[in-house]
């Protein structure tokens, strides 16, 4: 009977590295300008898949950090692409933040269309991706329901994560659950929010929203071993 050892040099001398673990090469990072989270994670890996997730439509600061990150990269000239699956992200508020709008492309899902926004949204993932040019690239499908992000097959992550390892871009998923699991070099889990509320003081009858402090759960794959940490960070609306 052939011994492993033997078949394992037989393979290696063939396809040499084939049966070597795989490294993840750790690249830069993105600073989100969120200190706590910075502190934590060193900022969003460029050459990676990240994914920040928040249940349903919870409001507790996922798109914050990505305006804030894209803030960050305006200023420096970068531009970024914001795919959006289903009409909620909202420029005028992002502009407030510091994101200068002329080095953000903004993608739009479009209902009417025969595709239906979660395809029409992986394919624009996949032409800016493949073409480049992006210091960072948000594929928001925070509001598309579990049960058809369920159905998205692993191997259409895997295919993300193995591209991106090429580029130095971050490509960022906003999900309502870790749907692309071991294929992300970074996953955000955001929980455990805190909303706070302020009366105006000149109208007694009204409440307006000051700020929310929510908790992390990271999960870093480009880190060994994988690195598991729960900071927490608060986030203040600007009124456009």
């Not at 396809?15 to 070597?20: E, F």
């Not at 894209?70 to 970024?80: D, F, K, N, W």
């Not at 992200?89 to 926004?117: E, I, M, N």
Request: glycine share 6%.
């Amino acid at each position: 009977m052939t011994s492993i050892a033997v078949i394992r040099a037989q393979v290696e001398n063939k396809i040499p590295g084939a049966l070597t673990p795989y490294q993840r090469i750790e690249g830069q990072r993105i600073p989100t300008g969120v200190a706590s989270l910075d502190a934590a994670t060193g900022g969003i890996p460029r050459g990676a898949l990240t994914q920040i997730c928040a249940a349903g439509n919870a409001s507790v600061g996922r798109t914050t950090v990505l305006v804030s990150t894209m803030a960050q990269l305006t200023r420096r000239q970068e531009c970024c692409a914001w795919i959006d699956a289903t009409d909620a992200f909202d420029p005028a508020s992002a502009a407030a933040a510091g994101v200068d709008l002329s080095h953000l492309l903004w993608v739009r899902c479009d209902r009417s269309r025969r595709l239906k926004p979660l395809e029409q949204a992986f394919k624009a993932a996949d032409v800016l991706v493949q073409n480049g040019g992006f210091g960072l690239i948000t594929l928001d499908l925070g509001s598309i329901d579990e049960p058809s992000l369920r159905k998205v097959p692993l191997t259409t992550w895997f295919r993300f994560a193995r591209v991106m390892e090429k580029m130095p871009t971050a490509l960022v998923v906003l999900t309502s659950y870790p749907a692309a699991k071991s294929c992300a070099g970074m996953t955000l889990s955001l929980a455990d929010s805190q909303d706070t509320w302020v009366n105006p003081g000149d109208i007694h009858h009204a409440r307006m929203f000051s700020h929310v402090c929510s908790g992390i759960e990271m999960e870093i794959r480009t880190r060994k071993p994988v690195s598991s940490e729960r900071p927490r960070f608060r986030a203040t609306p600007v009124w456009a």
